[in-house]
């Protein structure tokens, strides 16, 4: 499994970013996919994830409405993140993380675990200025 993230950068408040997920090495269909981010001193927690092949997608509570997760399964499966009116409150290191969905229990909680996710990416910088 092989993860890369890309499109961090510095935005101002109110402005918006799109990072992409490139994803390889596994069946997309039996994944979770999704974001974590984490902030300076901060524990790592679950942005938003694509939890299964239809698509159906779960969101923390404060990017409800203003993050978008969708996927790309065109060539090689792309999960983008388009984050819109972005607060200073989102900056991060932004992680691309899966896991096979069959480790996960019937809780969407389990989504959100970052202890349960094998496989992540290099993490992308989003730093939101006020």
């Known amino acids: 499994v092989q993860l890369v993230e890309s499109g961090g950068g510095l935005v101002q408040a109110g402005g918006s970013l799109r990072l992409s997920c490139a994803a390889s090495g596994f069946n997309f269909d039996d994944y979770a996919i999704g974001w974590f981010r984490q902030a300076p001193g901060k524990e790592r927690e679950g942005v938003a994830f694509?939890?299964?092949?239809?698509?159906?997608?779960?969101y923390m509570d404060s990017v409800k409405g203003r993050f978008t997760i969708s996927s790309d399964n065109a060539e090689n499966t792309k999960v983008n993140l388009e984050m819109n009116n972005l607060e200073p409150e989102d900056t991060g290191v932004y992680y691309c993380?899966?896991?096979?969905?069959?480790?996960?229990?019937?809780?969407?909680?389990?989504?959100?675990?970052?202890?349960?996710?094998?496989?992540w990416g290099q993490g992308t910088q989003v730093t939101v200025s006020s």
């Open positions: 993380a899966a896991v096979i969905r069959s480790r996960m229990g019937y809780s969407i909680t389990y989504y959100f675990d970052q202890y349960l996710y094998d496989n």
């Open positions: 694509i939890i299964s092949s239809d698509g159906n997608t779960l």
